[in-house]
């Protein structure tokens, strides 16, 4: 009687089969996870750009720099650079974690507004619902020292 040795054909591919059902969920998380570190990073930025956006009204007693008003002519990265750098910080962030441009805004002498257009890179239309969303392309928006729309928990497409 001869023994063979070694593995069958559908061995071999039980086994491709579920190392490739491991690397599709690792990969899955992986791009969430790389997603959550891009929403963090960019919420981190603008709680930057706020806290010297803060520093400098409180000097000035107006978030206004060079007259602009938000949203009908928005803020231009190059004036809040100008008003905020380099007295009230060193740098200020120009892009969000996916590397779009944020959106700076005044309106009156009071209320200042930062917004990331989030994953999906598209802003909504409409006004925003105030609080954190479990939607992972919601936009990203700060405003008077605190967050208006965001995300938190568990995320869905």
């Known amino acids: 009687m001869r023994r063979e ?3 069958t054909l559908i061995e071999l591919l039980i086994v491709v089969a579920i190392i490739a059902i491991i690397a599709a969920l ?35 007693h107006s978030y206004i720099a060079a007259g602009f008003a938000f949203p ?15 007295t009230y910080t060193r740098a200020i962030p120009r892009t969000d974690g996916w590397s ?5 805004g005044v309106t009156g002498e009071t209320n200042y507004a930062l917004r990331s257009a989030g994953k999906d890179g ?7 619902v105030e609080g954190g969303t479990s ?10 020292g605190a967050f208006i729309t965001y995300p938190e928990g568990v995320q869905s497409q």
């Open 5 to 7: 040795r070694g593995f």
């Open 122 to 128: 598209v802003f909504e239309t409409g006004p925003y």
């Open 135 to 144: 939607n992972v392309d919601c936009d990203i928006i700060y405003s008077n």
């Open 72 to 86: 009908s002519t928005p803020m231009t990265y190059d004036d809040l650079e100008h008003a905020l750098t380099p």
């Open 26 to 60: 690792a990969a899955v998380n992986y791009i969430r996870a790389i997603d959550r570190a891009r929403q963090k990073r960019t919420m981190n930025d603008m709680r930057s750009i706020a806290a010297a956006w803060e520093a400098r009204a409180g000097d000035t």
């Open 100 to 104: 779009r441009d944020y959106e700076f």
